[in-house]
């Protein structure tokens, strides 16, 4: 009989150490089965972080995109811009030409103007020479008639 008890402590031992072990491994079953959720949960975080980068790159892409295209505006913008600037370059160019052409012009009109007024002085004098002249001869005409009488 003490074999049977012994025998049977033996697996009442046995047992308890089977349930002791289970329970230590049903402890961290759940420990385990924590740090999974908290890992997890961990996980959906850096997910929905992960999302909203993505969003925020995809955003500044499109604004990167729409900079882009103003600048292409701008830059032909600014090529019509310049080819402008050549054109009126040009056409003040071509127009200083002109200017200095009618300056030139100008001047040779203004130097046959002096001589022409010149010319009217020289002849409004001649004019006065004359007029003194006919007014002398009308008097010694009228002397000549006077002492004639």
């Not at 230590?24 to 959720?37: A, D, F, G, P």
């Amino acid at each position: 009989m003490a074999t049977k008890i012994n025998y049977a402590e033996e697996i009442t031992g046995k047992v308890t150490n089977l349930y002791s072990n289970l329970l230590t491994i049903k402890l961290e079953l759940e420990n385990r089965n924590k740090e999974i959720s908290e890992l997890k949960s961990k996980i959906e975080s850096l997910q929905s972080d992960i999302e909203n980068k993505k969003n925020e790159v995809e955003l500044k892409n499109k604004e990167i995109t729409n900079v882009k295209s103003e600048v292409t505006v701008v830059r032909l913008q600014n090529s019509k811009l310049n080819s402008e600037i050549i054109k009126y370059t040009n056409e003040n160019s071509e127009l200083k030409r002109e200017i200095h052409t009618l300056k030139e012009a100008s001047d040779k009109l203004q130097t046959d103007k002096n001589a022409l007024e010149e010319a009217l002085n020289a002849m409004n004098l001649k004019v006065i020479e004359l007029e003194n002249t006919i007014n002398d001869l009308r008097e010694t005409r009228e002397e000549v008639e006077g002492e004639g009488l």
